[in-house]
């Protein structure tokens, strides 16, 4: 029999099955329904609002309804909202695909589309194994990951993915690679100690490894864990010594979040793959893209279609998404963006400083405009009732573990990320330990 439901938030509960949700958690806890979001403000049916400090799942650049990405895809609907790429092309994709070779000083210059994060991992896992078959080795198809990766939850993804609830119950549909140490701390014998277990890996496995995948400089869905860039750049040497392609994972930390436009631009690292999405169109339309060299392009050129790359989605380099991406690089030349972040580091590293010295946190960390703070709790749903209190103090947080984050729109104002630490302080003081 049909129940007669009253309110949005109830509604919620029945038909929509919301994603990384035990639902039953929902009891007398129902989703927020948004009504309307501007700048780092959501705004829900009932009035209250609340500051997005983790960019609506680190999408957001640049705050809700920015006026120059609306415009930018209201422009492109009046012109042609989407046509297949395959035997058809449109200005958005050329330009944006010139424009993300360009941020990458012409290295990986060829840009391949899809609408999620997962897809442009297996795009490149695919791509890579395509690459040796193509080049004879068709021995080279296995893949390298690192402790605390995360890649997405596709079954390609999962396999170089290392969060065991994402994994365990698919565990036997997927290929799960074997799995690097990270240094988490900048010891230099540390950094050496681990990328000696990497160069034993590679030298005994070589033969058939395809590629290496790596976060760069930060493993955000694991808990926002920081590496030196040394140990990065070590891979990318050993990975080109052994002949096995680095993929440089940059759909977290791409566009300017960890200060540089993407982060494996701070070290010496020389990637064969970068898989981007989340930021890419600053939260307003899903896109993926994968960029890679010409030396992949030129191996895959050839009279056969089976020599081609064989992958392809419906919606693959939508012109809304690719247009709303070529605005977000407008914003980040023409606004200066990395550098008017650069600029207001030291006070917001001031403003952080109440939670800092919070009797809860243990320590804290900084990276381009990333803060973490990591809580002394014993309480294993520490993360929800966080979440749940936040949003009684007008602020969406989502810790993952014991490990506190924002991750704001760079648009933030101090006054708001003001309020963004207060609030956070009140949770902190209200959560059970
Ligand atoms: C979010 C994320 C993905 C997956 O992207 P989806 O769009 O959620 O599929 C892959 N890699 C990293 C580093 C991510 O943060």
Redesign the pocket.
């Known amino acids: 029999m049909k129940k007669t439901i009253s309110s949005w938030d109830e509604r919620s509960l029945q038909a929509v099955w919301h994603p990384c949700t035990q639902m039953k958690f929902h009891e007398g806890f129902a989703p927020v329904v948004i009504k309307e979001a501007r700048g780092v403000k959501l705004f829900d049916e009932a009035g209250n609002s609340y500051i997005d400090a983790i960019s609506s ?2 999408v957001n650049l640049f705050g809700h309804q920015n006026e120059r990405i609306k415009q930018a895809v209201i422009e492109q609907l009046n012109q042609v909202e989407h046509v297949m790429l395959a035997g058809f092309s449109h200005k958005p994709v050329i330009e944006l695909s010139e424009r993300l070779s360009a941020k990458t000083n012409y290295q990986l210059g060829h840009a391949f589309y899809a609408s ?6 297996e795009i490149a896992l695919k791509m890579s194994v395509h690459y040796w078959r193509n080049k004879g080795f068709p021995h080279k198809h296995q893949f390298l990951a690192l402790k605390n990766s ?5 079954m390609g ?1 999962l396999g170089v993915t290392d969060i065991d609830l994402f994994k365990q119950a698919y565990q036997d549909l997927i290929h799960i690679a074997p799995l690097l140490p990270v240094p988490y701390s900048h010891e230099a014998h540390e950094i050496e100690q681990c990328l000696a277990v990497a160069q034993t890996y590679l030298e005994e496995h070589h033969q058939q490894l395809s590629s290496m995948i790596v ?1 760069p400089l930060v ?3 694991a808990g926002m864990l920081f590496y030196p860039k040394q140990y990065l750049a070590g891979l990318s040497q050993l990975a080109k010594a052994y002949q096995v392609h680095l993929i440089v ?5 791409g566009f300017g979040r960890t200060g540089s436009f993407f982060a494996y631009q701070q070290s010496t690292a020389q990637p064969d793959f970068i ?1 981007l ?2 930021g890419i169109t600053g939260g307003f339309l ?1 896109l ?1 893209a994968v960029l890679t060299t010409e030396e992949v392009y030129q191996e895959f050129y050839s009279h056969d279609i089976a020599h081609g790359f064989l992958h392809s989605h419906s919606y693959t380099g939508n012109p809304l998404a690719c247009r709303a991406a070529l605005e977000v690089l407008n914003i980040f030349d023409e606004e200066r963006v990395l550098q008017t972040n650069q600029s207001r580091l030291e006070l917001l590293n001031q403003l952080v400083l109440p939670l800092v010295h919070h009797p809860r946190v243990n320590s804290w960390r900084q990276l381009g405009m990333i803060w973490v703070f990591s809580i002394d709790t014993q309480n294993p749903s520490f993360a929800r009732e966080c979440y749940q209190l936040g949003l009684r103090h007008h602020i969406l947080i989502r810790p993952i573990g014991n490990q506190l984050y924002f991750m704001p729109p760079y648009t933030i104002t101090d006054e708001e990320f003001i309020e963004l630490v207060t609030g956070t302080l009140c949770v902190l003081n209200g959560v059970s330990g």
């Open positions: 799942w680190w999620d994060g997962a897809s442009a991992t995360y890649h997405g939850e596709t993804a976060e493993q955000a869905a994972d940059e759909i977290a930390m898989c999405s989340k899903p993926s």
